[in-house]
T-cell receptor
Framework: SQKIEQNSEALNIQEGKTATLTCNYTNYSPAYLQWYRQDPGRGPVFLLL?????KEKRKERLKVTFDTTLKQSLFHITASQPADSATYLC???????????FGKGTMLLVSP | GAVVSQHPSRVICKSGTSVKIECRSL??????MFWYRQFPKQSLMLMAT?????????EQGVEKDKFLINHASLTLSTLTVTSAHPEDSSFYIC???????????FGPGTRLTVL
């Protein structure tokens, strides 16, 4: 069956360091992968989208990589700040008109 | 940017009553909207796809008679939880896809508590 795995344990890092979150998937051939941020009691907010033919995408302090051979995406936040503390969700879709399938998310805690 | 609102943000109701949740796209039209449910520390689970002017498409295991969806206009979709029970208590979130992108814009969510 299709599975999307994100580290269920919270990631604790110090302010200024780079946070790296992992998203692994099995039995899936996504056309693209997205990362969202979700704060407690709020809906997800879109961060980045990367397509199957792209290796890397950047946006300000964010960077996403996509390795379709390893079936893995890495999400990096450089120069992390306490305000970056949230749960980060990865989501996959089979095509541009497909519904999204979400992972459970990884909580990031950035301490001052 | 595209904004999606939900109302109410939280609702507490008695077991057996029905609750309606509204999802609106504020500055764009959405022929399709999605309804998700999220339990604590769990992923968002797609419940149904709401289609303007036609019937909703429900995911496997979601009772369409219990979760009534109406998408009467290009900016409004409603989810009615009928005869709610405590196990229906959850965080309900709607989303709408952007017109020219593959992204989805999510509402702020509705926390439903059934006593």
């Amino acid at each position: 069956s299709q599975k999307i795995e994100q580290n269920s344990e919270a990631l604790n890092i110090q302010e200024g360091k780079t946070a790296t979150l992992t998203c692994n998937y099995t039995n899936y051939s996504p056309a693209y992968l997205q990362w969202y941020r979700q704060d407690p009691g709020r809906g997800p907010v879109f961060l980045l989208l990367i397509r199957e033919n792209e290796k890397e995408k950047r946006k300000e302090r964010l960077k996403v990589t996509f390795d379709t051979t390893l079936k893995q995406s890495l999400f990096h936040i450089t120069a992390s700040q306490p305000a970056d503390s949230a749960t980060y969700l990865c989501a996959l879709a089979a095509s541009g008109y497909s519904t999204l399938t979400f992972g459970k998310g990884t909580m990031l805690l950035v301490s001052p | 940017g595209a904004v999606v609102s939900q109302h109410p943000s939280r609702v507490i109701c008695k077991s057996g009553t029905s609750v309606k949740i509204e999802c609106r796209s504020l500055d764009f039209q959405a022929t399709t909207m999605f309804w998700y449910r999220q339990f604590p520390k769990q992923s968002l689970m797609l419940m149904a796809t709401s289609n303007e002017g036609s019937k909703a498409t429900y995911e496997q295991g979601v009772e369409k008679d219990k979760f009534l969806i109406n998408h009467a206009s290009l900016t409004l979709s409603t989810l009615t939880v009928t005869s709610a029970h405590p196990e229906d208590s959850s965080f309900y979130i709607c989303s709408a896809p952007g017109l020219y992108t593959d992204t989805q814009y999510f509402g702020p969510g509705t926390r439903l508590t059934v006593l």
